[in-house]
């Protein structure tokens, strides 16, 4: 059986959404490499005690990597149900974790709000998955 015939129509776009999140993790993970070098941070060392700007290079990488197991399934359920929709928030996401990267690498942490208009993606993500499950229950 074909994929598109498993999939909803606009599902490409959740895919590419998909895409655009890996290449927001290699973005972050490089960063955090670059600034192993320039902050002498030899691994499997997570957190300096000289150099307060790599921890908070390491936090807004390692903080993304926290969320985003949680955000790809509700990503993921909610792409099933309104692929659309759904890219448009992911899309809010990912971008706002750029956001809140760059605000974080400033060496002021409050700075990481920043990036705060990405729970709109998130808890927008959550929700329809909420509602896709319950459609499926037949309970909306």
């Not at 606009?10 to 973005?27: E, G, K, P, Q, R």
Request: aromatic share 18%.
């Amino acid at each position: 059986m074909a994929i598109q015939n498993l999939l909803p129509a606009n599902f490409a776009y959740v895919i590419l959404t998909f895409f655009y999140s890996w290449v927001m993790l290699a973005y972050l993970g490089v960063k955090v490499g670059q600034a192993r070098k320039k902050y002498d941070v030899k691994y499997p060392t997570m957190y300096s005690d000289k150099n307060p700007v790599f921890n908070c290079i390491q936090r807004a990488h390692q903080n993304t990597l926290e969320v985003y197991p949680q955000w790809l399934i509700f990503q993921c359920i909610s792409g099933l149900a309104y692929p659309t929709v759904a890219s448009v928030l992911g899309v809010i996401w990912v971008t706002s974790r750029f956001s809140y990267a760059w605000g974080y690498y400033t060496g002021d942490p409050a700075k990481r709000m920043n990036g705060a208009y990405g729970y709109i993606g998130y808890f927008g993500a959550i929700l329809m998955s909420l509602v896709a499950g319950l459609q499926l229950q037949n309970m909306l």
